[in-house]
């Protein structure tokens, strides 16, 4: 499956490789726009799997699974956006760095942080809006378990859980035509830096691997009858918008 993955995200990576390549920066100013959609893409996909980069191999395996028994498309933010640092670089070197010194003004820095930051964040919150479910892979790299209330050293699986809990609650277009009853990652902070966040995960339902193959021999091949079988076997937030 990992191999299975790793194939369908290098298809996908080479095509926003391209783009960065023409990436074009004006001295006086850049259009963040423009910028959010050729770093931070929006592709279509079904599932969003949020997980710490030390699970990525594991991430990438899921995501393998997903589409190679079910077709079912993935996103996996350090498989897609994986250039967050490299895009802060060349802002850096274009706008903070001062050749007198040959270092980089430090509020300069501080700004452009925030503005790639912000729109890396608000690129995520239109990912988890615009797929159908989301899966956190929770593992000790990503909540800590020494804890008796979860909590989670990175800001960014502190932002996607969060964002799963706020984001609406869409019914897939699939529905539309049933019976009413159906309606309703990067660089790493390597000094002694490690702020702590806490993760609120009650919202979310917990699946293990063996559930995962459970499903797969009851839904069969089909595409979205696995997620449906999900949604209804373990009563998540959406089969409770559709009963």
């Known amino acids: 499956y990992f191999e299975h993955g790793k194939f369908v995200f290098e298809r996908t ?14 001295n006086e100013s850049i259009d963040a726009s423009v910028i959010q959609e050729e770093w931070f893409p ?3 996909a079904d599932i969003f799997i949020s997980h ?6 594991d991430a990438i395996c899921l995501a393998g699974f997903f589409h190679a028994e079910f077709k079912l498309i993935s996103f996996i933010d350090s498989c897609i956006w994986n250039y967050s640092n490299d895009l802060l670089r060349e802002i850096d070197n274009r706008f903070c760095y001062q050749m007198e010194t040959g270092t980089y003004n430090y509020h300069k820095r501080n700004s452009t942080t925030s503005h790639v930051h912000m729109m890396l964040n608000a690129s995520l919150l239109k990912m ?10 929770n593992t000790p790299n990503s909540i800590s378990i020494d804890d008796v209330v979860s909590k989670t050293k990175s800001p960014w699986i502190y932002t996607e859980l969060l964002l799963s809990k706020l984001v609406r609650i869409k019914v897939p277009t699939r529905y539309e035509s049933r019976s009413r009853r159906y309606f309703s990652k990067g660089g790493l902070i390597k000094e002694n830096f490690h702020p702590e966040y806490e993760a609120e995960l009650k ?8 559930n995962l193959l459970e499903l797969k021999d009851i839904a069969g091949l089909e595409k979205y009858v696995f997620l449906e079988h999900l949604y209804t076997k373990y009563n998540t937030a959406i089969s409770k918008v559709l009963n």
């Open 128 to 137: 988890i809006d615009n797929t159908e479910c989301l899966f956190f892979i």
């Open 52 to 57: 710490s980069h030390i699970d990525e191999f």
């Open 13 to 26: 990576k080479k095509g926003i490789r391209d783009n960065l390549d023409n990436l074009l920066l004006s």
């Open 203 to 210: 919202h979310l339902t917990n699946i293990n691997l063996r």
């Open 42 to 44: 929006q592709i279509k």
